[in-house]
């Protein structure tokens, strides 16, 4: 491992030194046209032959800006936090449903929750619902064409205000998500911590100087392409990569590889001799290349003095992070209550959570927050008395089973949520109307279809998941005892003979 202030003390022995600390800020950027000229020209090259074939370019090509702008907005969205597998299949439910603005302006908040359940981070879908009623109601139905103005519509920012406006309008703005970040960080050896406003903002001029003018949109795309199928967070695929030439961090791996080849040379001869072979071809090594390693030892793009360039890693030093905070532990009561409805179906009890916050309007099991873990006998009575102060007319002591289903672990981004999950089979028959208040959050009874179709998380799937398991046991379970009530019995499904028949002798058939 070697330390970044060890690395400039031995760029200061180059003959070129003074050139290099003229040029420090040339380290992490791009300020020669030619090799500008050169980058564009070499990502868009692989980018038109390697480029993926997504749903979401092929509607970003109509010739209506409305519609193109519309297409790349919904895809943008959906793209946050979320693998592009994952998002192709809401995308194309989504534009099937609602193809236009003014179709997803006209469409309820409990829809648009529903095709969005299973996508995570609810808001994201809600924003772009109060942003396509904001274009149709105060814009005339005229989506903005620039980056400034897109800023304006709810749950739009830089990164995806510059992807609508390069993409859908050819605007010469460059964009900065994850995946630009890698490739930039990498290709410039920028080391500091990546969520930095220093280095975001380094990345947003980076950014702007490199977005090629003839066809923004393309090269942002490129950009995001490169950084999702090449230049990856674990497996990066080097000798894959169009933009080599150009990378620091390829170039300091290298330049290491060489290193340790002419000391493993020197192994055989004596130690002197070696020192001596080793001073020489280190110096040799850095006049050759005299912009191995930024030469400020106070730079802020750098890897910290502190920590090490980790010669196992190679790229994947770059680009580095400020560890996260680990997300807060919390539990959760949930009951499961069900009940059977005059067509001897099972029907489930759900509520809505408030408009705002976490998982905001979506549908859940009735749940409580437990403040402190205590006894399952505790437990259950703190949720008796929600249960009664919240849903006065669901009665619980007459209900008719009671069992413990078990715990369902799901991670937020900012939670460890462990849901401690029982099922309560009401002996009464209720309506939706008997259990809700003006004051009370709304429910309602809903079949298993029913409850496939709403609007619920993960968190709630996973949940039912569990019960549904758990019910499941215990029909196999009873099952398997059948079976072994008479384990010698015949497995064709006849019945076994009787000993005088097996011994009657066989009369045959005059056919």
């Given at each position: ?84 597998a994952t998002v192709i299949d809401y995308y194309n439910k989504w534009m099937k449903k609602w193809p236009t603005l003014e179709d997803l302006a ?406």
């Amino acid at each position: 491992m070697v330390r970044r202030n060890e690395r400039s003390k031995r760029i200061k022995l180059d003959p070129d030194a003074t050139n290099i600390k003229q040029e420090d800020n040339s380290y992490h950027q791009f300020i020669n046209d030619s090799e500008i000229q050169c980058f564009r020209q070499s990502l868009l090259h692989w980018y038109d032959s390697n480029k993926r074939d997504l749903p979401w370019r092929k509607l970003a090509l109509q010739e209506e800006p409305n519609k193109r702008a519309y297409a790349v907005w919904v895809s943008e969205i959906m793209l946050q936090q979320t693998q592009v597998a994952t998002v192709i299949d809401y995308y194309n439910k989504w534009m099937k449903k609602w193809p236009t603005l003014e179709d997803l302006a006209g469409a309820s908040l409990e829809e648009v929750n529903q095709m969005w359940s299973g996508l995570g981070y609810y808001s994201r879908g809600r924003r772009l619902h109060e942003g396509a009623q904001k274009v149709v109601s105060q814009m005339n139905g005229e989506m903005p064409r620039s980056a400034d103005k897109l800023k304006e519509l709810p749950g739009v920012g830089r990164y995806t205000a510059g992807a609508i406006a390069s993409i859908a309008n050819s605007e010469v703005t460059g964009v900065v998500d994850g995946n630009v970040i890698r490739v930039l960080s990498r290709t410039r050896a920028i080391g500091a911590d990546s969520s930095s406003q220093h280095v975001i903002d380094t990345m947003w001029s980076i950014a702007n100087t490199l977005v090629d003018h003839k066809r923004p949109g393309d090269f942002n795309q490129a950009m995001m392409e490169l950084g999702a199928t090449v230049c990856t967070p674990k497996t990066p695929q080097c000798s894959n990569c169009p933009l080599t030439a150009f990378c620091r961090a390829f170039t300091q791996v290298e330049n290491h590889k060489e290193r340790t080849k002419q000391r493993l040379i020197t192994n055989g001869k004596e130690e002197e001799t070696k020192m001596k072979a080793d001073k020489i071809e280190m110096k040799k090594t850095e006049m050759t290349i005299p912009d191995i390693e930024c030469a400020d030892e106070a730079c802020r793009l750098c890897i910290p003095p502190t920590e090490s360039w980790d010669s196992s890693l190679g790229v994947m030093n770059y680009p580095r992070k400020a560890k996260k905070k680990p997300p807060r532990d919390e539990k959760t009561m949930v009951t499961i209550i069900v009940r059977i409805n005059e067509d001897e179906k099972k029907e489930y009890f759900l509520v809505q959570r408030p408009e705002k916050g976490l998982l905001a309007n979506m549908w859940e099991f009735p749940s409580m927050v437990l403040v402190k873990d205590g006894t399952e006998k505790e437990r259950r009575v703190a949720m008796d008395t929600h249960l009664k102060e919240t849903f006065p007319s669901v009665d619980i002591d007459v209900c008719q089973t009671r069992s413990y289903v078990g715990e369902v672990e799901h991670i937020f981004s900012h939670i460890h949520q462990t849901y401690l999950v029982e099922s309560i089979t009401m002996d009464t028959v209720l309506s939706a109307s008997d259990c809700c208040h003006d004051n009370h959050p709304s429910c309602k009874w809903v079949t298993e279809e029913e409850l496939g179709s709403s609007a619920i998380s993960t968190s709630v799937k996973k949940i039912f998941k569990s019960y549904k398991s758990s019910t499941g046991k215990t029909t196999k379970n009873s099952t398997k005892m059948k079976k072994r009530g008479n384990p010698s019995g015949p497995k064709d499904g006849k019945k076994q003979m009787g000993l005088e028949a097996f011994f009657k002798p066989k009369i045959k058939k005059n056919t």
